[in-house]
Each structure stands twice: as C-alpha cells, then as structure tokens.
C-alpha cells in the first residue's frame, strides 16, 4: 500500500458527459501528479500540483481541469469525454519534507470508461 | 527532454531463470533521477528502485539488481531465479533533476510472463 488513495476505482459514463477523480496524497506529501495510461499512448503525465499550486504542465487536453485544495488532495475534472478519453487515470505523490522528495508514490488508479 | 526507451515489448520466461529487462534513456541535463516501477495485474504502479545521476553503484535487493552505466546510458533490471509472482508489466522512468519535483517520463514498459 503506497499510502496514496484515489476514488472512485472505476467510473463507467457517456460520451460528453464530465467527471471527477479524486486522490488523497500521502500523509506529508505536498506534490501531486495526475497521469494518464491508455494503451495507445503509454503512460504519460498530465500535472502536477506541488502546495495548492500548478508546478508543471504535460499532454493535458483544454478538456481536462486539475487543483489541489488546502488539505493537499487533488481532483482532476474531465469534461465534454470522448470514447478516446478511456484510460487509467493515476495521481501520485512526492515531496515529503525531511524524506526522499523524488520519488512518486502511485495510487491504485481510477480506470474510466466512456461509452 | 528526456526520453526512454524500453526495447523488450515481451520477454517470457520459466520459473528460476534469470532475466534481464533493458532500458535506455536519453536526457540533457545533467543532475537526472532514474526509477523502475512494477505493475502487476491488479493495475497500480508499484515503486521499485530510485537512482540518481551521480550514484553508478549497482543495487541489489534480494533477487532483484540494477545496473547503472552512464557510458551506454543504461539502466537494466534482473531477476534472479525468477519466480510467477514476478509476472508484471515492467516501466523503467526518469525525471529531471534540480528542481526535485519533476514529472516523470515512462518507457513503453516490459512485460514479463513468468511460467510455472
């Protein structure tokens, strides 16, 4: 257990419709990252979020929103979905102060279907 | 930028061989971190090993060393006596370093098939 929570582990919807991933970051962690698996495109990463703010940006669609709150979880908003937009969506988490800031620690992922 | 390369799609093997997963990167900078992680079936992404530019030692952990070689730009994975347990998809990463927070860019991943 890497200490990284995500919910909901699935997510079944329809084309257009909008979504929300949610990831607890481990406890003392201030960095979370969203990535995206798909079979096509591998494993890529979306962003990051380090203390409430956006630290850096990847392959994220206009479609796809992200924030960090004030408690340090994350949510990652993904709207007007396409069937393309299925994947494993994972949030990861890093930066723990007085331990190894570079190493991220997974969450068991949300795997989205769009029908 | 950097890059990953992980030319073994699928390697299979039986039970107590030995098998060696390669990966190759490419980056500019010169202070970089390198990783591999596991995926078993269930799906998430477990962390194995971290290494940081500066440090070539090898690592051994149990039946799994890395061999780190910045001449070849190399970080290769084996498995000693391989067990069925060990049956995953296999994603060697790298982030730039300096900033200690970077985004981390995967390989294509290995996928190992141990059999009984």
């Known amino acids: 257990d890497s200490g990284v929570t995500q919910t909901p582990k699935h997510l079944i919807t329809a084309t257009g419709q909008r979504v929300t991933l949610r990831c607890s970051p481990r406890?003392?962690?201030?960095?979370v990252y969203w990535y995206q698996q798909s079979l096509d495109q591998g494993l890529q990463f979306l962003i990051q979020?380090?203390?409430?703010?956006?630290?850096a940006k990847g392959n994220i669609l206009e479609r796809f929103s992200a924030q960090q709150f004030p408690d340090l979880h994350s949510e990652l908003n993904l709207s007007s979905l396409e069937l393309g937009d299925s994947a494993l969506y994972f949030c990861?988490?890093?930066?723990?102060?007085?331990?190894?800031?570079?190493?991220?620690?997974f969450g068991p992922g949300t795997r989205l279907t769009v029908l | 930028a950097q890059k990953v390369t992980q030319a073994q799609t699928e390697i299979s093997v039986v039970e107590k061989e030995d098998v060696t997963l390669d990966c190759v990167y490419e980056?500019?900078?010169?202070?970089?971190?390198l990783f591999w992680y596991k995926q078993p079936p269930s799906g998430e992404l477990v962390f194995l090993i971290r290494?940081?530019?500066?440090?070539?030692q090898n690592e051994i952990s149990g039946r799994y060393s890395w061999n780190f070689q910045k001449s070849t730009s190399s970080f290769n994975f084996t498995i000693t006596a391989s067990q069925v347990v060990d049956s995953a998809v296999y994603f060697c990463?790298?982030?730039?370093?300096?900033?200690?927070?970077?985004?981390?860019?995967f390989g294509q991943g290995t996928i190992l098939t141990v059999h009984p």
């Open positions: 990861a988490s890093s930066g723990r102060v007085g331990g190894n800031t570079d190493t991220q620690y």
């Open positions: 406890s003392g962690d201030l960095s």
């Open positions: 979020y380090y203390n409430g703010e956006e630290r």
């Open positions: 980056t500019r900078d010169t202070t970089y971190y």
């Open positions: 290494r940081n530019s500066f440090d070539e």
């Open positions: 990463a790298s982030n730039a370093g300096g900033t200690s927070y970077g985004k981390l860019t």
